[in-house]
């Protein structure tokens, strides 16, 4: 399985990115997806999930009412939408997928098999 993630960049603080990661290979087809981000010296932590069925989404209590997860049409690619940010959502931000058979999203990077390759989110002034 392989996880292409990009859509990272600079915004100034309230401003708005939009990642994506599509995931291939693997045979593996709505999988369980998740975000997660990662700043220097401090370990990953939780974003936002979506489940198999699109309607189970959990979010960090950090990111909610700001953050979208969403699925393409293909079910294998997820967005997420990125409004309001803040100079504290600067990080290395990383798309994860769970080994099927699970079909619940979880928050914990270590139920995740699969993960893409990072992309930087700076907000700053």
């Known amino acids: 399985v392989q996880l292409q993630a990009s859509g990272g960049g600079s915004v100034q603080p309230g401003g708005s990115l939009r990642l994506s990661c599509a995931t291939t290979?693997?045979?593996?087809?709505?999988?369980?997806m998740g975000w997660f981000r990662q700043v220097a010296g401090k370990e990953r932590e939780f974003v936002t999930a979506?489940?198999?069925?699109?309607?189970?989404?959990y979010y960090a209590d950090s990111v909610k009412g700001r953050f979208t997860i969403s699925r393409d049409s293909d079910e294998n690619t997820v967005f997420l939408q990125m409004n309001g940010l803040k100079p504290e959502d600067t990080a290395i931000y990383y798309c994860?997928?769970?080994?099927?058979?699970?079909?619940?999203?979880?928050?914990?990077?270590?139920?995740?098999?699969?993960w893409g390759q990072g992309t930087q989110v700076t907000v700053s002034s």
């Open positions: 979506v489940g198999y069925s699109a309607l189970t989404k």
């Open positions: 994860a997928v769970r080994r099927p058979p699970y079909r619940s999203p979880t928050l914990s990077p270590g139920d995740y098999a699969w």
């Open positions: 290979g693997g045979g593996v087809t709505r999988p369980v």
